[in-house]
């Protein structure tokens, strides 16, 4: 089993529980820590692959 799996079920659960899956704090937390991990200034959040490229 994954070290990280009880943590990320936990959260996956936590939004999918609250019904809004979009501007949650969860999404700016992880664009935060996104971008440090990538050395980056700003990481921007889209909805699916084609919107990443575009």
């Given at each position: 089993m994954n070290l990280h799996?009880?943590?990320?079920?936990?959260?996956?659960k936590g939004v999918l529980d609250f019904g809004m899956y979009v501007l949650r704090?969860?999404?700016?937390?992880f664009k935060e820590e996104y971008s440090k991990f990538l050395d980056l200034k700003y990481c921007i959040?889209?909805?699916?692959?084609?919107?990443?490229?575009r």
């Open positions: 799996e009880p943590y990320l079920s936990n959260a996956i704090n969860e999404l700016k937390l959040g889209v909805g699916n692959g084609l919107d990443a490229f």
